[in-house]
């Protein structure tokens, strides 16, 4: 018997368009935040690196705060939505910032300015419209296919934003007029993108009913929960454990990665090879994701393509740095191609995995934490991406990096190519290991045995109808 569909093609394409949103901001900053604050507006690699890992204290205790908020929210657009909504202003605004630092300043104001605007951007904001935007995936649809589906869908617009992204910005600020005012005008376009496309998302989709009058004192009880129970529950999940740090892992992935416009204008010596490179990456990734949901329906889950695809992707890097050391472009490209399709599954189905963690804590303990459960998902993405570029900041300012030099020094040679060779490849061998303890569909189908319950019977028991 086949499970209860919810949506329809336009629902979920209404809904995976809102990662355009979302990466209009992440891209932007993972990308090139450090190379305009560094090789534009002239501050320290080492000093921007510590403050955003400062940063990281308030996003802490945001993504849990807003994922809490969350489940605890009733209105007429749901849970989820409203948080989604209203903050993706403040995004805009606090995008538009982090671009347009004072070059009249001193150095001291001008670290401040940044560290405020940036902190308000990930702490507040992009951590409000984030964790809401990937709740709605337990919150619109109960049936796992469809999560999958919507998981793909939403990395197709993501990494297709991203290939643009990273692709055209480079040649859209030299032809704005180059300097700090081709950055303010590149970053104040993609905020009114966001802001346009994170609204039409937002009214993509409806939330479904959370329960019939039946379940309404049940519900009461749920809102009970303290902030302090409710954290006791998550932590409680070894598998919320696994895939945070798997989510935190995959993002300072990318970050590193990101950071090789460095690695391209130093060592390849030409930057505008970055673009080719992200062609490189992005073009298999969105394929890929284009496939996934039949292949994860033929092989029956999860998990063994995730591992299997990390494999891949670790082979992939190895393939990259051999590739490097001997000074061959084309084949870099190939290796990092080969390695994109690695990461696939994982990218692909990690909302639907969330979902799962979800599923389980709800098994165990009768309580719905969606929004605190995906909470690890701006966690990851804020704290990996921003780490990421905190410790290529930090290592490249102790190796002697200096900006716009003609030629760096050999340390600095070396550092670059640890970050852009070795790290990528390590980072995959630790999220191979970790994804093999990632059993979560096992465990779900085991209590549902205990319990005597069918898949389907969660939605109504815990009254998510």
Known sequence: ????????????????????????????LSAFVMFYLTDTVGLSMGIIGTLMALSKIFDGVTDLFFGRMIDKTKSKMGKARPWMLYPYIGCSVALVACF?????????????FFFITYTLLNAVFFTANNIAYASLTALITKNTDERIQLGSIRFIFAFGTS????????????????????????????????????????????????????????RKEEHKLTFLKSLKILFENKYYIIICITYILTQIYTSVIGMGIYYMKYILGDENLFGNFALTINIPMVLGLILLPFVIKKIGGMYKLNVFGYLIATAGRLGVMAAGY???????????AIATLGIVPLQGDLNALIASCSEYTTLKTGHRLDGMMYSCSSLGIKIGGALGTAICGWLLDAAGYVENA???????????????????????????????????????????????MKDDDVDIVYGNI
């Open 406 to 452: 003609a030629v760096q020094s050999s340390a600095t040679i070396g550092m670059l190519q640890f970050l852009y060779l070795w790290l990528p490849a390590i980072l995959c061998a630790v999220i191979v290991f970790l994804l093999y303890f990632l059993k979560v569909e096992n465990a779900n189908e085991k209590l549902l045995k205990e319990k005597n």
């Open 326 to 336: 001997i000074g061959s472009v084309p084949l870099m490209l190939v290796f990092t």
């Open 1 to 28: 018997m086949e499970r209860k569909t919810y949506l329809k093609w336009y629902h979920k394409i209404g809904y995976g368009s809102g990662d355009v949103a979302g990466n209009v901001v992440y891209a932007l």
């Open 100 to 112: 347009s630092v004072p070059t009249a300043w001193g150095h001291t104001a001008q670290y401040i």
């Open 163 to 218: 290939m643009l992204i990273q692709y055209i910005t480079i040649d859209a600020v030299n032809w704005f007029g180059g300097g700090t005012q081709g950055w303010r005008v590149v970053a104040i376009i993609y905020a009114i993108i966001g802001l346009i496309v994170n609204t039409l998302s937002v009214f993509s989709v409806k939330e479904l009913p959370e329960a019939d009058e039946g379940m309404e004192a049940e």
